[in-house]
T-cell receptor
């Protein structure tokens, strides 16, 4: 079974600064997808960014980018120019790319609570 | 932009009662999911649903749980006899397909409180 670990329960960043959230995962599969979801106080889960494991290029979405290290099974999220609205819980998630058992579900980490200091 | 909706936003029930949580997935999506998040813990997969049947379920999804798509728009989660430990946030999600890196879009959640 796959596991996702987020070792930073809480992080803080000054507004306009850059912060990196860590995520590692354990899998025996070679093809999979990785996601970062944001959960603001409203509790809605919002997709931030996704990465296909077969792609070497790191995904970017505006101020959000990832550092995907497949060999190290690491998938960190970098937030540049942090804004007050970035304050939220951030969850890293894994999904298998193979059909069959386990292919549909997302496996989440425990989350990192990000605070943005004005 | 289309979004997944869920009702009610908060449900309070007595232990042993049945509850039905409702979701309206994005209209052209074919795969539907339920997840739950006990306060302070990680989000956990419960069940996925496609073509009017369960495609996958977790160990959490025991006989007290059931899912249904009663019409062309709603997707429901029923808990037959609620327990205190069922208190959690329940998220519905949908995706267009199961393949490719298709994204699961989440609803805002229903907070279930069992007294």
């Amino acid at each position: 079974a796959q596991t996702v670990t987020q070792s930073q329960p809480e992080m803080s960043v000054q507004e306009a600064e850059t912060v990196t959230l860590s995520c590692t995962y354990d899998t025996s599969e070679s093809d999979y997808y990785l996601f970062w979801y944001k959960q603001p106080p409203s509790r809605q889960m919002i997709l931030v960014i996704r990465q296909e494991a077969y792609k070497q290029q790191n995904a970017t979405e505006n101020r959000f980018s990832v550092n995907f290290q497949k060999a190290a099974k690491s998938f960190s999220l970098k937030i540049s120019d942090s804004q007050l609205g970035d304050a939220a819980m951030y969850f890293c998630a894994y999904r298998s790319a193979y059909s069959g058992a386990g292919s549909y579900q997302l496996t989440f980490g425990k989350g990192t609570k990000l605070s943005v200091i004005p | 932009e289309p979004e997944v909706t869920q009702t009610p936003s908060h449900q309070v029930t007595q232990m042993g009662q049945e509850v039905i949580l409702r979701c309206v997935p994005i209209s052209n999506h074919l795969y539907f999911y339920w997840y739950r998040q006990i306060l302070g813990q990680k989000v956990e997969f419960l069940v996925s649903f496609y073509n009017n049947e369960i495609s996958e379920k977790s160990e959490i999804f025991d006989d007290q749980f059931s899912v249904e798509r009663p019409d062309g728009s709603n997707f429901t989660l029923k808990i037959r006899s609620t327990k205190l430990e069922d208190s959690a946030m329940y998220f519905c999600a949908s995706s267009r397909t199961s393949g490719s890196p298709d994204t699961q879009y989440f609803g805002p959640g229903t907070r279930l409180t069992v007294l």
